[in-house]
T-cell receptor, first 112, second 113 residues
Framework: KAGVTQTPRYLIKTRGQQVTLSCSPISGHRSVSWYQQTPGQGLQFLFEYFSETQRNKGNFPGRFSGRQFSNSRSEMNVSTLELGDSALYLC???????????FGPGTRLLVL | AQSVTQPDIHITVSEGASLELRCNYSYGATPYLFWYVQSPGQGLQLLLKYFSGDTLVQGIKGFEAEFKRSQSSFNLRKPSVHWSDAAEYFCAVEETSYDKVIFGPGTSLSVIP
């Protein structure tokens, strides 16, 4: 089976812009979680989607949003980008959530 | 508040030496416990997990971890470290099934040839 894929792998944006990141889970997996990883804050949970519904949410401002499609693919969107949003954004999928998560390689976002 | 701590920010060991990475958590009940490894520029790979049962868990790449309820700890061990084990190691907990996963700050491992 193909692993979790994330696109794009690298992205450069300027402050105030918005960005959309994409995640394709492993075939058959219905849960997709998103994480932000920075040197200062480490790995922080953003949100989890299961069957097109947001099931869990971390402590991030409303500028961070996501959605999941009927094929389980997920997107996350960050509006009005700030310098502090520069990070590695990781997506993970699992069959139903709550068990082994498989991570993608991440999207590295740089905000200038 | 719920938290996961990894007391050691960075550890350096010689190749062939034993390794123990510490992880402590603060949760009311026994959560689900995980160890992940991240190589530079890569995503995370699951090494092992504990849900219930035997408190000594075997994982991939020769790693094992022991859950100690009395100490709220889930320490990762390897009897003989290889140079390829140099990476960042994350302990993670999930309070209940289908809950969000909380990661510790990570321990960076360097291996001296």
């Amino acid at each position: 089976k193909a692993g979790v894929t994330q696109t794009p792998r690298y992205l450069i944006k300027t402050r105030g812009q918005q960005v959309t990141l994409s995640c394709s889970p492993i075939s058959g997996h219905r849960s997709v979680s998103w994480y932000q990883q920075t040197p200062g804050q480490g790995l922080q949970f953003l949100f989890e989607y299961f069957s097109e519904t947001q099931r869990n949410k971390g402590n991030f401002p409303g500028r961070f949003s996501g959605r999941q499609f009927s094929n389980s693919r997920s997107e996350m969107n960050v509006s009005t980008l700030e310098l502090g949003d520069s990070a590695l954004y990781l997506c993970a999928s699992s069959l139903l959530g709550g068990e082994t998560q498989y991570f993608g390689p991440g999207t590295r976002l740089l905000v200038l | 508040a719920q938290s996961v701590t990894q007391p050691d920010i960075h550890i350096t060991v010689s190749e062939g030496a034993s390794l123990e990475l510490r992880c402590n958590y603060s949760y009311g009940a026994t959560p689900y416990l995980f160890w992940y490894v991240q190589s530079p520029g890569q995503g995370l790979q699951l090494l092992l997990k504990y849900f219930s049962g035997d408190t000594l868990v075997q994982g991939i790449k020769g790693f094992e971890a022991e859950f100690k309820r009395s100490q709220s700890s889930f320490n990762l061990r390897k009897p003989s470290v290889h140079w390829s084990d140099a990476a960042e190691y994350f302990c993670a907990v999930e309070e209940t099934s289908y809950d969000k996963v909380i990661f510790g700050p990570g321990t960076s491992l360097s291996v001296i040839p």
